[in-house]
């Protein structure tokens, strides 16, 4: 089974979003690292990324909110090779009726190997990783096998 590599770049695009128990969580951690984060090209969800673009001045793009798509818009990022990292801060406490969405995102985070953070710690060990503002080469797994597990 091979695998490939990709070479993500020194200024990284990153995904942030937070279900609304957590918005106010992450809208601190984004301040505490405005620093960092203004380094970078930042995405988010809805109204997510209304109020971080608001709090750090910075522009971010902005996807539909959650409910309305926002997480399968950053999934198909994700899948594409547009989004480098992920941070998510989720609500483990609620189930929202888009939990579906929510399980298929860190899915494809997962299967396309992307740094992910789910809560405030995580997030500041990967930021403060010195990968963080450099050129980083991932590993790719090799999904053949179960691609073409029907043409055999």
Known sequence: ???????????????????????????????????????????????????????????????????????????AAISQGHMHLLIFFWDPLNQLPHDPDIKALLRLAAVWNIPVACNRA????????????QKYTKILPDYSDYLNRFNK
Not at 45 to 74: E, H, R, Y
């Open 1 to 75: 089974m091979a695998e490939d590599l990709l070479t993500l770049p020194q200024k990284k695009n990153i995904a942030l979003v937070a279900h609304d128990n957590k918005k106010k969580d992450l809208l601190e951690w984004a301040l505490f690292n405005a620093g960092s984060l203004k380094k970078h090209n930042l995405f988010a969800t809805g109204t997510t990324g209304s109020l971080i673009q608001k709090a750090l001045g910075q522009k971010v793009t902005c996807f539909n909110s959650g409910p309305f798509g926002g997480d399968q818009q950053i999934g």
């Open 122 to 133: 995580t997030a500041d060990f990967l930021i403060s990783s010195e990968l963080f503002d």
